[in-house]
Protein backbone atom coordinates (compact mmCIF):
# COMPACT_ATOMS: atom_id res chain seq x y z
CA UNK A 1 0.00 0.00 0.00
CA UNK A 2 2.96 2.46 0.39
CA UNK A 3 4.29 1.26 -2.60
CA UNK A 4 0.60 2.72 -4.41
CA UNK A 5 1.14 5.77 -1.96
CA UNK A 6 4.21 6.59 -4.30
CA UNK A 7 1.99 5.50 -7.46
CA UNK A 8 -1.05 7.82 -6.19
CA UNK A 9 1.30 11.00 -6.06
CA UNK A 10 3.21 10.48 -9.38
CA UNK A 11 -0.46 10.21 -11.00
CA UNK A 12 -1.21 13.59 -9.10
CA UNK A 13 1.99 14.97 -10.45
CA UNK A 14 0.68 14.07 -13.75
CA UNK A 15 -2.26 15.80 -13.57
CA UNK A 16 -0.22 19.09 -11.91
CA UNK A 17 1.73 18.95 -15.65
CA UNK A 18 -1.27 18.22 -18.01
CA UNK A 19 -2.62 21.55 -16.70
CA UNK A 20 -3.00 24.24 -19.66
CA UNK A 21 -3.49 21.41 -22.07
CA UNK A 22 -6.34 20.69 -24.02
CA UNK A 23 -9.40 19.64 -21.57
CA UNK A 24 -9.94 16.13 -22.82
CA UNK A 25 -6.40 15.56 -21.95
CA UNK A 26 -5.90 16.92 -18.30
CA UNK A 27 -9.33 15.26 -17.74
CA UNK A 28 -8.11 11.75 -18.87
CA UNK A 29 -5.31 12.14 -16.83
CA UNK A 30 -7.38 13.10 -13.87
CA UNK A 31 -9.86 10.22 -14.33
CA UNK A 32 -7.11 8.07 -14.05
CA UNK A 33 -5.76 9.73 -10.94
CA UNK A 34 -9.28 9.70 -9.09
CA UNK A 35 -10.08 6.23 -10.43
CA UNK A 36 -7.01 4.82 -8.66
CA UNK A 37 -6.91 7.30 -5.66
CA UNK A 38 -11.15 5.84 -4.78
CA UNK A 39 -9.89 1.82 -5.16
CA UNK A 40 -6.74 3.02 -2.69
CA UNK A 41 -9.47 4.22 -0.61
CA UNK A 42 -11.86 1.90 -1.05
CA UNK A 43 -8.94 -1.39 -0.37
CA UNK A 44 -8.30 0.42 2.93
CA UNK A 45 -11.53 0.62 3.77
CA UNK A 46 -13.13 -2.52 3.12
CA UNK A 47 -10.36 -5.04 3.25
CA UNK A 48 -7.76 -3.72 5.69
CA UNK A 49 -9.37 -1.52 8.36
CA UNK A 50 -12.24 -4.17 8.37
CA UNK A 51 -9.80 -6.67 9.56
CA UNK A 52 -8.09 -4.43 12.51
CA UNK A 53 -8.62 -5.16 15.30
CA UNK A 54 -6.20 -3.28 17.44
CA UNK A 55 -4.72 -4.46 20.98
CA UNK A 56 -4.53 -0.85 22.05
CA UNK A 57 -8.48 -0.01 21.95
CA UNK A 58 -8.53 3.51 22.88
CA UNK A 59 -5.87 4.34 20.45
CA UNK A 60 -6.81 1.95 17.93
CA UNK A 61 -10.20 2.63 17.64
CA UNK A 62 -9.74 6.57 17.24
CA UNK A 63 -7.57 5.81 14.18
CA UNK A 64 -9.64 4.13 11.81
CA UNK A 65 -12.47 6.74 12.31
CA UNK A 66 -9.67 9.92 12.06
CA UNK A 67 -8.69 7.64 8.77
CA UNK A 68 -12.11 7.58 7.61
CA UNK A 69 -12.56 11.14 8.20
CA UNK A 70 -9.83 11.81 5.99
CA UNK A 71 -10.73 9.59 3.37
CA UNK A 72 -14.21 11.64 3.16
CA UNK A 73 -12.19 14.87 2.75
CA UNK A 74 -9.96 13.90 0.20
CA UNK A 75 -12.79 12.39 -2.10
CA UNK A 76 -15.05 15.68 -1.27
CA UNK A 77 -11.36 17.39 -2.94
CA UNK A 78 -11.13 15.71 -5.36
CA UNK A 79 -14.77 16.58 -6.67
CA UNK A 80 -14.48 20.10 -6.28
CA UNK A 81 -11.30 19.59 -8.24
CA UNK A 82 -12.96 18.06 -10.59
CA UNK A 83 -15.68 20.85 -10.79
CA UNK A 84 -13.13 23.36 -11.25
CA UNK A 85 -11.01 21.58 -13.52
CA UNK A 86 -14.21 21.43 -15.93
CA UNK A 87 -15.07 25.61 -15.01
CA UNK A 88 -11.76 26.22 -16.04
CA UNK A 89 -11.01 27.83 -12.44
CA UNK A 90 -7.69 27.78 -10.73
CA UNK A 91 -7.53 24.27 -9.06
CA UNK A 92 -6.45 24.44 -5.51
CA UNK A 93 -3.12 21.58 -6.27
CA UNK A 94 -1.06 22.16 -3.32
CA UNK A 95 -3.67 22.07 -0.70
CA UNK A 96 -5.13 19.28 -1.89
CA UNK A 97 -1.61 17.72 -2.39
CA UNK A 98 -0.34 18.98 1.38
CA UNK A 99 -3.34 17.39 2.40
CA UNK A 100 -3.00 13.64 0.62
CA UNK A 101 0.74 14.43 1.94
CA UNK A 102 -0.18 14.06 5.46
CA UNK A 103 -2.96 11.46 4.96
CA UNK A 104 -0.43 9.28 3.58
CA UNK A 105 2.78 9.79 6.33
CA UNK A 106 -0.49 9.48 9.26
CA UNK A 107 -0.72 5.79 7.63
CA UNK A 108 2.78 5.03 6.61
CA UNK A 109 4.06 6.04 10.32
CA UNK A 110 0.97 5.00 12.61
CA UNK A 111 -1.52 2.71 10.85
CA UNK A 112 0.74 0.20 8.93
CA UNK A 113 3.38 -0.03 10.83
CA UNK A 114 0.74 -1.12 14.12
CA UNK A 115 -0.81 -3.61 11.51
CA UNK A 116 2.29 -5.05 10.68
CA UNK A 117 3.25 -5.47 14.42
CA UNK A 118 -0.13 -6.61 15.47
CA UNK A 119 -2.22 -8.56 12.77
CA UNK A 120 -1.48 -12.11 12.92
CA UNK A 121 -0.16 -14.37 9.65
CA UNK A 122 -3.77 -15.46 8.85
CA UNK A 123 -5.43 -11.71 9.35
CA UNK A 124 -2.39 -10.39 7.02
CA UNK A 125 -3.13 -13.57 4.41
CA UNK A 126 -6.86 -12.49 4.46
CA UNK A 127 -6.69 -9.09 3.63
CA UNK A 128 -4.21 -9.84 0.80
CA UNK A 129 -6.45 -12.20 -0.38
CA UNK A 130 -9.70 -9.45 0.07
CA UNK A 131 -7.11 -7.24 -2.02
CA UNK A 132 -6.48 -9.23 -4.40
CA UNK A 133 -10.72 -9.97 -4.77
CA UNK A 134 -10.55 -5.98 -5.49
CA UNK A 135 -7.75 -5.35 -7.89
CA UNK A 136 -7.78 -8.72 -10.21
FE1 LIG B 1 -5.82 6.31 3.14
FE1 LIG C 1 -3.38 4.90 1.87
Aim: no cysteine; aromatic share 10%; net charge negative.
Amino acid sequence: MTMDHTRLLKLLRDVEKSIGMELVSVMKVFDTFEWELEKHIFIEEKAIFTSYNPTNILEGYKMVPELIKQHNDILNRIRVMRKDLLWNKPVKYNEFKEFLVTHKTFEEESLYPKLDQELTIPQKEEIIKKIREIVS
